[in-house]
C-alpha cells in the first residue's frame, strides 16, 4: 500500500513555457504533499508543503508565483513551473503523508527530471 | 539553526559490514529516518527509529541515542545492489522532515 504517483517522470521543455506535475497517492488519501527539488549530488530540498484545500506553505527563497502549487483533492497536488528556465532543470519529487500517521512517514513518488533548454 | 551531518562518502567490501552515522541539532525531536535512494529515482523508507535503542530489520539495522543527538544505520552482508545514498532525515518540533545531505555508498566487489 501507499503508492504515490508522478506524472510526467520526464519532460523537456523550452525556456519560457509553463509544466506541470501531477502527484497522486493511488491508494490512500493524503491531507498533506511536499514537492522537493534535487539537483545533481546534493540532497532533497523541500520546496513547499501541500494542505489539501488551503494554500501551499513554501520554503524561503522558493518563489510561489513561479512554483504554483495545487492541491484540489486528497489524492491529487500539482506542480506547475511558470516561465521555466534552464537553472529550473532538476529532479522535482512529490511525497505524501498520510492522514494521522504517527511516524510522520512520507511516502515519495518516483520523481519528474525536469530539464528546460 | 537545524542541523544534520552524515559522511558525504563511504566505501565498503561486498559482503561486508558499514555504518553510516548521522548526528543531529534539531528544534525538537520526533523521530528520525533512514531513506535509501538510487541515483535518479525517489527515496525509498528503510527505517524510523523515535525511542532509544536498535531496531533490526533483516539486513539492515538503524540505532539512535537521543541524548546523544545521534543515529547510525548499519547494513550487513553489503550486496552491490546496496550502492546507493543513504539520507538521514529528522521530524522536528513541528512535524516537518529535515534533511541531511545523504552518504553516498559505494560497494565494490
Known amino acids: 500500500g501507499a503508492v504515490v504517483s508522478q506524472h510526467p517522470s520526464w519532460v523537456i521543455c523550452k525556456s519560457g513555457t509553463s509544466v506541470k506535475i501531477e502527484c497522486r497517492s493511488l491508494?490512500?488519501?493524503?491531507?498533506?504533499m511536499f514537492w522537493y527539488r534535487q539537483f545533481p549530488k546534493q540532497s532533497l530540498m523541500l520546496m513547499a508543503t501541500?494542505?489539501?484545500?488551503?494554500?501551499?506553505?513554501?520554503e524561503q527563497g522558493v518563489e510561489k508565483d513561479k512554483f504554483l502549487i495545487n492541491h484540489a483533492s486528497l489524492t491529487l497536488s500539482t506542480l506547475t513551473v511558470t516561465s521555466a528556465h534552464p537553472e529550473d532543470s532538476s529532479f522535482y519529487i512529490c511525497?505524501?503523508?498520510?492522514?494521522?500517521?504517527?511516524?510522520?512517514?512520507?511516502?515519495f513518488g518516483p520523481g519528474t527530471r525536469l530539464t528546460v533548454t | 539553526g537545524q542541523n544534520i551531518d552524515q559522511p558525504t562518502e563511504m566505501t565498503a567490501t561486498e559482503g561486508a559490514i558499514v555504518q553510516i552515522n548521522c548526528t543531529y541539532q534539531?528544534?525538537?525531536?520526533?523521530?528520525l529516518f533512514w531513506y535509501q535512494q538510487h541515483a535518479g529515482e525517489a527515496p525509498t523508507f528503510l527505517s524510523y527509529?523515535?525511542l532509544d535503542g536498535l531496531e533490526e530489520k533483516g539486513r539492515f539495522s538503524s540505532f539512535l541515542s537521543r541524548s546523544k543527538g545521534y543515529s547510525y544505520l548499519l547494513l550487513k552482508e553489503l550486496q552491490m545492489k546496496d550502492s546507493a545514498s543513504y539520507l538521514c532525515a529528522v521530524v522536528d518540533s513541528n512535524y516537518q522532515l529535515i534533511w541531511g545531505a545523504g552518504t553516498k555508498l559505494i560497494i565494490k566487489p
Open positions: 491508494d490512500f488519501q493524503a491531507t498533506t
Open positions: 511525497s505524501a503523508r498520510l492522514t494521522g500517521l504517527a511516524e510522520y512517514e512520507q511516502y
Open positions: 527509529n523515535v
Open positions: 501541500s494542505n489539501e484545500g488551503s494554500k501551499a506553505t513554501y
Open positions: 534539531t528544534s525538537g525531536f520526533n523521530g
